[in-house]
């Protein structure tokens, strides 16, 4: 079985570690960016030269030293750059027949770079082409069904890798609400960063064109049949076994093995589906109420422990120290006073017999409740309920607000007070639900004050 370094050098890693790594890492873009265009990874070493020459007199790198020689010019700044990655491991330079010098790529190095490309850019996987992808397979009529029932395998792999990335990504965002200390940074955090980067390039995809229930029947059908047919097995078996070079009996095991794992993939994705569905809520909700916790102001006992939990929370962030830790907090010293109780002796908790009493019952009395104070009771009953701000009811305020008209802006919401404010969050939030009545979304971030209160603007559309 095959180590990673065995593969590759023990100190391929060490330029994207050292001082310099952002040189080397942009050297690295801009070689593969030229040598992508070959007919193959490889290129005239002094085209190369030129090319990391001009990088580093257009560049602010002033500190890249050569061998300690702080004043080495540009051109021998590349030349030490190319034969660092080629001492590395990343590249390998040939002199051909005309005794010019051609530089390439090393084979492992190439989808390296193009891993570490996509993890920069922030690339998104595209669950609908592993979908349809598979589903596509699954109904071929190629004569290659042991390639093509590796292809499956191996989309189905992608698929199910990016969707537990994806659960992942919701998990972050969720334990990174607690790093923003404002509503502004709240509210942006959820309707720019996380609608940006997971609702709008994954999840709602996810739910409606990439939604996995259109074709997972038919994927799973199709594979059952095939793995009771004979004739496919057979078929398959003698592919399998010259491809992975084994005995027929081994390549039947595999060829089993194989379709087990995609159905049982196929089947258990819900499970995966439901927390994803889960955490977005949870997400959506932390959101909130932390924004509403931070807007929240008054006199009763739970306005007085926000104040303090806020205030505990500002010490410790002005002497960046550890949440987990254990700290002296001065002005607590005035809010709380804790003291030790001892027992004097252990008849201290005795409780004298009172004797024996006669026991008088009591008339009871008809009484006629009282309709004023029931009635008050009722109305706050009432008045709780409607700030209950459900879809259903905030379907209800857009559709009254927005009269004959196909879109308004939020700004054109009626905004007097904090509930007005938390209405125009809730439109925001459940403008995202499929069974809302309207559609919400941003032509230009549009940061907007209206009586003391900022929100970045946005359009409400009828659906």
């Known amino acids: 079985m095959h180590n990673l370094f065995s593969v590759i050098p023990e100190n391929f890693f060490v330029p994207l570690s050292s001082p310099n790594k ?58 030490h750059v190319l034969r660092s990655l080629e001492s590395y491991g990343w590249i390998e330079i040939e002199t051909d027949k005309s005794y010019i010098q051609r530089v390439n790529f090393k084979e492992y190095a190439v989808p390296i770079i193009k891993s570490l490309l996509e993890i920069e850019s922030g690339k998104r996987i595209e669950y609908q082409g592993y979908i349809y992808t598979i589903y596509s397979l699954v109904r071929s009529t190629t004569d290659n069904q042991g390639i093509v029932l590796i292809q499956i395998l191996e989309n189905t792999d992608l698929l199910i890798t990016g969707l537990k990335n994806l659960n992942s990504s919701i998990k972050n965002y969720i334990d990174n609400l607690t790093k923003h200390k404002t509503v502004a940074e709240i509210m942006d955090a959820l309707f720019n960063d996380y609608r940006a980067n997971i609702v709008d390039k994954a999840y709602h995809r996810l739910l409606t064109s990439d939604n996995v229930s259109k074709f997972r029947p038919e994927i799973i059908e199709r594979l059952e049949s095939k793995s009771k047919s004979k004739k496919y097995l057979d078929t398959v078996a003698n592919e399998i076994s010259i491809l992975k070079e084994m005995s027929i009996d081994d390549a039947k095991e595999l060829i089993y093995r194989y379709l087990h794992e ?12 439901n927390e994803i569905n889960h955490k977005n809520s949870a997400y959506q909700r932390a959101a909130i109420n932390r924004a509403k916790f931070l807007l929240a102001g008054s006199e009763d006992i739970r306005g007085q422990l926000k104040e303090i939990l806020i ?29 030790n109780s001892s027992l ?24 006629e409740p009282d309709l004023i104070l029931r009635n008050e009771k009722l109305k706050k009953m009432v008045e709780k309920m ?33 509930d ?36 970045n603007d946005y359009h409400i559309k009828r659906k």
């Open 386 to 418: 409607h700030r209950i701000l459900s879809l259903e009811r905030i379907n209800s305020y857009v559709v009254e607000q927005m009269g004959e008209q196909e879109k308004i802006m939020a700004s054109e919401l009626p905004l007097t007070n904090l």
């Open 22 to 79: 952002t040189a080397y890492w942009e050297c690295l873009c801009r070689l593969f960016s030229l040598m992508n265009h070959q007919l193959s990874f490889g290129l005239e070493r002094e085209i190369l030269v030129s090319e990391l020459q001009h990088y580093f007199e257009q560049s602010l790198m002033t500190d890249f030293d050569v061998a300690g020689n702080s004043s080495a010019d540009s051109r021998d700044k590349a030349n």
């Open 262 to 273: 995609i159905i049982e993939a196929f089947r258990n994705m819900d499970d995966i589906l």
């Open 344 to 367: 004097l002796d252990e008849s201290s908790f005795y409780a004298p017999s009172e004797g024996r009493k006669v026991f008088e019952p009591q008339e009871i009395n008809n009484f």
């Open 420 to 455: 007005d404010f938390i209405k125009i969050i809730y439109v925001r939030l459940y403008g995202q639900r499929d069974k809302a009545d309207y559609r919400v979304g941003t032509d230009e971030v549009n940061l907007i004050e209206i009586d003391g209160f900022q929100f």
């Open 311 to 339: 205030g505990i929370s500002e010490v410790i962030t002005e002497y960046d120290a550890d949440f987990d830790g254990i700290y002296e907090v001065e002005f607590l010293d005035e809010l709380i006073r804790i003291y």
